[in-house]
């Protein structure tokens, strides 16, 4: 054997060797991406049903909220309803009403006015008198 042979055998010897190497980590990138696949598989397999049930909750609430939106547009009626009653109201009652209480505070005030000029006319009569006696006592 000449040694060009002997080097030819180291070298494929050592080539063998890095093979071999290199397949260790090549199987085990081979099983991670078998788990990995079996894991997407297991969560596709998962969210079909999440998204049926997701697909329902939306409908429900979309159910919901046509109820509520009419709910909102009777109370929108009721309001202007209740708009239209208050200045009926306010029209046919208000006018009258202000009107009494514009006479009543007007004849109150002049009874208050005339009981006060009695009694500032009473309280001179006195002191007149008054004045007199003291001046008739001298």
């Known amino acids: 054997m000449s ?3 002997i ?28 788990e990995a696949t079996l894991a997407i598989r297991r969560t596709h397999e998962g ?11 939306i409908t429900s609430v979309n159910a919901q ?6 709910i909102a547009k009777d109370v929108g009626n009721m309001t ?9 109201v306010s029209s046919t009652l208000g006018s009258p009403l202000i009107k009494v209480a514009a006479f009543s505070y007007g004849v109150r005030r002049t009874v ?10 009473s309280a001179r009569q006195r002191h007149r008198a008054s ?5 008739g006592a001298k």
Request: no cysteine; glycine share 6%.
């Open 47 to 57: 969210a079909a049903p999440l998204l049926v049930s997701a697909q329902t909750t």
């Open 7 to 34: 080097a030819a055998l180291i070298a494929a010897g050592a080539f063998v060797l890095l093979v071999l190497m290199l397949a260790i980590p090549l199987l085990k990138l081979g099983r991670t991406l078998d």
């Open 112 to 121: 208050g006015q005339r009981r006060d000029q009695e009694a500032a006319r």
């Open 3 to 5: 040694g060009a042979a």
């Open 65 to 70: 909220l046509d109820t509520v939106d009419s």
């Open 80 to 88: 202007t309803n209740a708009a239209a009653l208050t200045s009926i």
């Open 131 to 135: 004045r007199r006696a003291g001046k």
